[in-house]
């Protein structure tokens, strides 16, 4: 491999779950885009997320350190990472780099600083910066109005937390096409060509609520599209079995499951349309001859799988934590696929060596040029979430909110899951292996699952007998992980016994 690597872009969808993509082996959802981008790149087909949440998620593919390990847990201000918290995106500005992210912030305490370049922000350019980028946010895009055959596509069944939308107001202000098209300008005008650069493009969609405009709201048939499994697992943990019970209800249907799959597949169909008029720009410009181009997610969404919506911080399953990890790098052979394991962690490390700098923290991912090249394979990936008992009892957001006058649940019925039944959130952790996964609850409501015989994840075998072994392993390969990325405290320059 020639490693010509100088800039870096990355192209992030929130809430992407690895099987809905065509590259991914997705029989109904259409990506052409993305599918056009992994034939030139390198696909890693098992690639997993570290938490089912944004922030810790994001976090962690920033420093290369588990989520937990820097107390990090939940979309929170508070948990964001503080400004002298080594990262990916500091290592860079030090070494020279020229900084971009459009769209939402998810990681940086001190983001955005006074709007202004050259401020006490981390980046030199970002959506809200006032002279290049937030004159771009006025833009409006009119949408497709519905067909009278569209129309005919009931919007919402019986189940009030599954609520769904066909989007028929124009896209403004900070939708996603106005941050694509920042992400555009920015690469065709205002880079500094003197240097090499970093750019993120922070896609929200297909981020529910599940919303999305015409043609992407009715183009699949609710009856065609294979569907996820709809029933619980048996013997399911307290998180998914409460959800399914306040979040879709007793009315919920099979109706309402494929709706939600359909137009979230519709809502993933509109980000490759997305990526592609940036892809397209980069292809133009000629950075793909010395310019690291990833394209991934921060974690999945159940998207109707379970009789569920949207993720939750102590879910574990593949399909909440199997993401899209698509790498481009230049003079690396195309059109490859990954079968060994990653992990978000990992991609840190990575790019640090693709890039030749190197990383002075406590990084806990490794490096996957040697899993590329075939001289090592992942054993095992891990993810954590959840919050401490205490924190757990003082629970105290309003379990409704008014939209258009209407009181309807906080959140799609998030709020009330957590207040009714605390322990849904209880600390959870969780190793997974080619075959196993292994969850541990503090609350001993911990799951086991066959992977090779039950890749849905529907049977829970935990303290199924002859499986004492299995359980045994995965306990010690937990713990070690544990024990390995317990915080380390503050950095000490000075060290004796």
């Not at 192209?11 to 959802?29: I, K, Q, T, V, Y």
């Not at 609520?209 to 399911?236: C, G, Q, T, W």
């Not at 993933?268 to 991934?296: A, C, N, S, Y």
């Not at 849905?456 to 303290?463: A, I, T």
Request: with cysteine; hydrophobic share 35%; glycine share 6%.
């Amino acid at each position: 491999m020639n490693r010509r690597a100088k800039n870096l872009i990355i192209l992030h969808s929130d809430e992407l779950r690895a099987d809905a993509l065509g590259f991914m082996g997705n029989p109904d959802c259409k990506t052409p885009n993305l599918d056009r981008f992994a034939q030139r790149s390198t696909v890693f087909n098992r690639h997993f997320s570290v938490s089912a949440k944004c922030v810790p998620s994001r976090c962690a593919m920033m420093t290369g350190r588990y989520a937990h390990a820097d107390g990090i847990r939940t979309v929170n201000e508070t948990n964001l990472l503080p400004p002298n918290r080594p990262n990916l995106l500091r290592r860079l500005s030090l070494a020279g780099y020229e900084t971009a992210v459009f769209g939402i912030n998810h990681v940086w305490e001190n983001f955005y600083g006074d709007n202004n370049r050259k401020s006490s922000g981390v980046v030199d350019y970002q959506s809200f910066e006032p002279n290049d980028f937030k004159p771009l946010l006025s833009k409006s895009w009119k949408v497709q109005q519905p067909t009278e055959e569209s129309r005919s596509i009931t919007v919402n069944g019986g189940a009030v937390n599954l609520e769904v939308y066909r989007r028929t107001k124009p896209l403004e202000y900070f939708c996603d096409d106005n941050r694509a098209e920042q992400a555009v300008h920015y690469l065709e005008n205002v880079r500094d060509r003197s240097r090499p650069f970093f750019m993120q493009l922070n896609i929200s969609a297909p981020h529910p609520l599940y919303e999305v405009e015409e043609p992407y709201f009715s183009m699949y048939d609710r009856e065609a599209i294979k569907a996820y499994p709809h029933e619980l697992p048996e013997n399911p943990p307290l998180c998914i079995e409460k959800m399914r019970e306040i979040r879709a209800g007793k009315h919920a249907s099979e109706a309402d499951f494929r709706q939600i799959q359909a137009v979230y597949y519709g809502m993933v169909t509109k980000v490759d349309e997305l990526m592609g008029r940036v892809l397209d720009v980069i292809e133009k410009q000629g950075l793909l001859d010395d310019t690291v181009v990833v394209f991934t997610s921060d974690h999945g969404d159940f998207a109707g799988q379970y009789g569920l919506p949207e993720k939750w911080d102590t879910a574990m399953q593949d399909c909440l934590l199997h993401v899209p990890f698509v790498m481009h790098v230049p003079g690396m052979e195309e059109g490859r696929r990954i079968e060994s394991m990653s992990e978000h962690v990992d991609f840190t490390p990575t790019v640090l060596e693709l890039l030749g700098l190197d990383g002075d923290w406590n990084i806990q991912g490794e490096s996957l040029l040697p899993i590329i090249a075939g001289e090592k394979r992942k054993e095992a990936v891990f993810a954590d979430g959840g919050h401490e008992a205490p924190m757990r009892e003082r629970f105290n957001v309003p379990l409704t909110e008014a939209h258009d006058g209407i009181e309807r649940p906080a959140t799609q019925g998030k709020q009330e899951t957590y207040s009714k039944y605390p322990d849904t959130m209880a600390r959870t952790r969780m190793i997974r292996t080619d075959r196993w996964k292994l969850i541990m609850r503090e609350t001993n409501d911990s799951e086991l699952y066959d992977l090779e015989n039950d890749p849905d994840e529907l049977s829970n075998l935990w303290n199924r007998p002859g499986l004492e072994a299995v359980s045994h392993d995965l306990l010690v390969k937990l713990l070690r992980w544990s024990i390995r990325t317990a915080p380390e405290g503050r950095y000490q320059e000075d060290v004796g016994a």
